[in-house]
């Protein structure tokens, strides 16, 4: 069965799941941003820093945050969910992924993922979710990240009509203090 918003938000488990990973997928109440090209956006869910994904035409899912970044971050919405589930702080791998690169996001990713082996909820969502949806877990979450993010052509506008800018942040992981060691 193809994975679609309407799908995920009829299994209220998988929603509450979703819930402890930081995402919700019930729509805000409009945009606060528009996206050239695309004259009604669809919102489909937001998390909990005020960011907002969005299903593009194209199936595509991009994301804007609260901090006038933006980007498509999935190639559609079963591999968001994936990606959520696989890395729930994807938002941190692109804040140190060092300007978009990726050997760098991956050195992210694994420390971020070695602060995390012993929080036993996250990782109990992650198996719910996985089970409820038969969810595969993704071969490569920030490859495809990067792929995503890289081979992002949409522009994001806030409602001044200023541009936001790539999600990739130029931050190293070595500059956060608590993985820095589990990076290495």
């Not at 909990?48 to 901090?67: C, I």
């Not at 996250?122 to 595969?136: C, S």
Request: proline content about 7%.
């Amino acid at each position: 069965m193809l994975l679609t918003p309407e799908v995920l938000t009829a299994n209220s488990e998988v929603v509450a799941w979703l819930g402890s990973l930081d995402v919700s997928f019930t729509p805000d109440e409009g945009p606060w941003f528009t996206i050239d090209g695309v004259e009604n956006p669809r919102q489909i869910g937001s998390d909990g820093s005020g960011g907002a994904f969005v299903l593009l035409p194209s199936q595509h899912v991009l994301y804007v945050s609260s901090e006038g970044r933006a980007g498509i971050i999935a190639e559609s919405f079963e591999a968001l969910v994936q990606l959520v589930v696989a890395r729930p702080y994807w938002p941190d791998i692109l804040k140190f992924s060092a300007g978009g690169d990726l050997q760098e996001m991956r050195r992210a990713a694994d420390a971020l993922e070695a602060t995390r082996e012993d929080e036993d909820e996250i990782n109990e969502a992650r198996e719910e979710i996985r089970g409820a949806l038969d969810l595969p877990e993704p071969n490569d979450p920030v490859g495809a990240l990067y792929e995503a993010v890289a081979g992002s052509g949409a522009i994001v506008r806030a409602t001044d009509g200023c541009p936001f800018t790539t999600l990739f942040n130029r931050f190293s992981i070595d500059r956060k203090p608590m993985p820095r060691s589990a990076a290495a």
